[in-house]
């Protein structure tokens, strides 16, 4: 069995638990199913980018209630993440009834309330899971992927490609991270199309409704800083207007001695910035190789990089942080 059809089957094995729990259990499953969930890399991703501007329960609740009935938004994906809202506002209520509560207060007064709850709001989120495995379409997770991998087996080889000729190291490495999603499932990573605001550096799925947003930026700790980084996120936010998505990607290859912090509002990982539409996530890759011993290296200069700095729209003094 190959290790996505083994998540596979081990996530219906969790779903189907759901279901034949005592109703007073639900809550606690449904705990035990989101543990699952954090602990596998893949289904974490496509967490994390569900969790991206997600409704507010009370305002969507007590429309509901209002009209005693389920009211589904425009899109699939719109639907899934009101799911997840309705399932994370239930972990967090600390009553064990609260799904029984809110399938009587959109109008459900037939035997099997929480059934009601699980059908209508579990499983449309636990099948946008299910189907996306099969997908391998995570791209949170293939960027992850893609940074794991660039530092533990391809640092060395990655670091030359910069430093052979670093005017151009840059897009070198943007195409070798499109290299990357394409052998995983990610389709047409297309470097730099045109939009509105200029060229993003990947642009994939393009032909399809769901285009994904990738800018990749380099880290050298002197010419390409943090006003090199913060062109790059304000880039992709013009970017993600232009294509209208609401979740982007910046990569950035560190290439230097320098160890580099984010220090941001939201403390989750991997680094994100949300503001009241969008979510740009941060996955910095470390590709810097040094040949000498780690007991001979001095401890590395901290970089830091605050939410400030990279929503600002005025170039800032490069200072430096220790």
Known sequence: MTLNRQIRHELQVRKDRLFKVDTRAVIDELKL?????????????????????????????????????????????????????????CMNSGKDDEPFQIAVGVGFYGNGSTHFFIEQFFMPFYE????????????????EKFKLRSQWFKRDQLFKLYNSDTSTGEAKLDKSLRGFLFDNGIEY????????????????????????????????????????????FRQINEYMTDYDKDIGYLVIFNVCDKKLRFSLNCTDKPHRIITSTKTVFIIDVDIYHDITPASQRPQLEIYEITEAQLLSMVDNTEIKHR
């Open 128 to 143: 946008y899971l299910d189907q996306h495995i099969e997908d391998l379409s995570a791209v949170l997770y293939v960027i």
């Open 189 to 232: 990573p297309f470097s730099s199309p045109a939009s509105d605001s200029g060229r993003a550096d990947i642009v994939a799925s393009l032909h399809t409704p769901d285009p994904v947003i990738i800018e990749v930026k380099v880290f050298d700790g002197t010419t390409r800083g943090r006003n090199h980084i913060r062109k790059g």
């Open 33 to 89: 199913f989101f543990f699952f969930l954090r602990s596998k890399p893949l289904l974490n991703g496509l967490l994390e980018e569900l969790r991206t501007n997600l409704p507010d329960f009370e305002t969507t609740y007590n429309s509901m209630a209002a009209k005693q009935r389920i009211i589904l938004p425009a899109t699939e994906k719109e639907r899934v993440r009101l799911c997840l809202s309705f399932l994370e506002h």
